[in-house]
């Protein structure tokens, strides 16, 4: 972005002396700028022992790159790299520029020694120096290459660092500001600020001038601003602190065997997961993702007998096989297939034949004289946060869960809209979940949004509108409405006698209840004449 190369040049050409601090992955980064920092300092140092090896050109420039894109993604404030000697010569340093400002990494530092380089810190004076004129015709290509005019180019002599002194660290200074630097880098190993001051006394705030005062660090702060230094780059103390950290830990760990006297004395792993953006990670999912059932749960109402001659005198209809599974197997793997693992079934007649694994279990042991309001009360605590409740003894093709996870209704009832059909045959609307809803007819049912009425098994209850199957959605709020109106209904004296319509009915005068259309795709086993009609809907 635009405002990182703007960030950093603001920070360079400042009449206020401005701070850097050291990073070396996305992580340091991002701690960086929650600290208050304006720009970050990815420092060759700490990057290349974050990775193992030693600060001598051992880790590629684009193993390098790589570091800092993901540095540069993990924050909004301008990064300047430590760019070595530019990884070789003028052609190098012109793909390095190309490479960076790709990354929106704002600016580089490049030192005037030659590659591979050594850490200055390391036989400093037995350092060779670049020639003036091959490091300006580098900090010239340099800058011809960059496309944002902000790209900011520091150019760092080590004069004082190879034993030069004070006259050649002018003289390269110099022809490094007419060689278009947007800044100059004055690197001292010394104790004090003794070089650094005795240079601006001679610079006379002629450009802009950075120093890295990890050597002289006892020196007042106060002394730079004096000075007239623009810059001050705190250079690896992140890493260092993460070296002493990291130690002490594996060493105790490693000693007691045992992580009771540490986990007090690091941050939580939700810290780690902060800062790695895990809560935007979640709000994007439901942006983006198609949804899934992953943190949802299910319901299974599954305690009634049924009637299917034969079969339901010891077994209860929802162990009905179909083909090579029951229809209660048929629901748990519709559910599993969209990532819901949380499944809770309410057990009534013949429980002891349901005992299928992974699967939480509740028992309805009045089956016989309740109905299906009494078996979700007592699965009322499996009501969460977002839970798809469902009868036991229905088949639906799997879109219908796919899009019915999609809602953005806090409950959402599924209806199927094939109301000519069931018009045309009053004696099959008997004991059908018939629903009237806020529509004119001659609407499109797919087009706008539809919300619950009335619900009944009596088709002149309502205007007809659709039919129930059995499945429904509810979330967030909707899921406090539905248990709060199901501990109201508890109380009364007919509670045993009532079933999800009246819950439903209930919740509608508190609540919109989203009505979502489909056109057939599903069967209620309520008969054996529904029998051969079961392996169509797979």
């Known amino acids: 972005m635009d405002n990182k190369f703007s960030a950093l040049k603001g920070l360079i050409t400042s009449p206020n002396l401005e701070f850097i601090m050291e990073a070396h992955n996305g992580l340091s980064a991002k701690i960086v700028e929650e600290a208050g920092f304006k720009g970050i300092w990815a420092s060759g140092l700490s990057m290349s022992a974050a990775l193992g090896v030693r600060d001598n050109n051992e880790a590629s420039w684009t193993q390098v790159l790589e570091v800092l894109e993901f540095m ?33 990494v704002a600016g580089v530092c490049i030192e005037d020694k030659l590659f ?66 947007d800044a100059i880098l004055v690197h001292s190993k010394i104790s004090t600020a003794a070089d650094i001051e005795a240079f601006m006394k001679e610079w006379g705030n002629r450009h802009p001038i950075v120093i890295v005062p990890t050597k002289y660090y006892s020196t007042p702060t106060e002394k730079f601003r004096d ?40 941050v939580s792993v939700s810290e780690v997961f902060r800062l790695q953006g895990a809560d935007e990670l979640k709000e994007a999912e439901k942006r983006y993702l198609p949804t899934s059932g992953k943190d949802v749960n299910s319901i299974i109402l599954a305690a009634g007998q049924g ?84 009868y036991g003894d229905i088949v639906f093709k799997n879109y219908i869960l796919n899009d019915l996870l999609n809602s953005e209704e806090d409950i959402t009832i599924v209806v199927d809209a094939n109301v000519n059909c069931l018009d045309s ?21 797919y087009d706008t949004n539809v919300y619950l009425e009335k619900i009944s098994t009596k088709p002149g209850d309502v205007n007809l509108h659709g039919e129930f199957i059995g499945l429904l959605q509810t979330k967030g709020n909707g899921s406090k409405v539905i248990k709060e109106s199901l501990d109201e209904l508890a109380k009364e004296n007919d509670f045993s006698k009532l079933n999800l319509n009246d819950l439903l ?23 054996i004449y529904d029998l051969p009609k079961i392996n169509e809907m797979k």
């Not at 993990?74 to 012109?94: E, H, K, Q, S, W």
């Not at 034969?310 to 162990?319: A, Q, R």
Request: aromatic share 8%.
């Open 307 to 390: 009637d299917l001659g034969e079969f339901t005198k010891e077994k209860p209809k929802t162990l009905y096989k179909m083909k090579d599974k029951t229809i209660l197997e048929n629901l748990i793997e519709n559910f599993n297939s969209v990532g819901m693992k949380d499944i809770t079934v309410v057990r009534g007649f013949g429980k002891e034949h349901i005992d299928l694994p992974a699967i939480k279990y509740v028992d309805n042991e009045n089956y016989s004289s309740t109905n299906s309001l009494s078996s979700l009360y007592l699965a009322k605590e499996d009501i969460k946060e977002n839970t798809i409740i469902s």
């Open 116 to 181: 591979p380089k050594t850490n200055s810190f390391i036989s400093g004076e037995a350092q060779e120096l670049a020639s003036i004129e091959e490091f300006s015709k580098k900090i010239s290509a340099a800058k011809d290459t960059q496309l944002n005019d902000d790209f900011c180019v520091v150019a760092r002599t080590e004069a004082f660092i190879a034993g030069w002194g004070l006259q050649e660290a002018l003289k390269r200074a110099e022809a490094y500001r007419v060689a278009g630097a």
């Open 72 to 104: 540069s993604d993990a924050t909004n404030i301008p990064i300047l790299v430590d760019g070595d000697t530019g990884y070789g010569n003028f052609n190098n340093m012109r793909r390095l520029v190309k490479k960076l400002e790709q990354r929106n």
């Open 227 to 266: 000075l007239g230094i623009s810059l001050s780059i705190w250079a690896n103390h992140n890493l260092r602190a993460s070296i002493d950290s990291m130690a002490k830990t594996s060493k105790q760990i490693f000693e007691e065997e045992s992580l009771r006297n540490i986990e007090d004395k690091v």
């Open 425 to 445: 045959d009053k004696e099959n609307q008997q004991n059908r979940d018939l629903i009237q809803a806020d529509y004119a007819y001659s609407k499109s049912l």
């Open 505 to 527: 009915n209930t919740v509608s005068q508190k609540t919109k209840v989203g009505v979502y259309y489909i056109k057939d795709s599903w069967l209620d086993i309520n008969t």
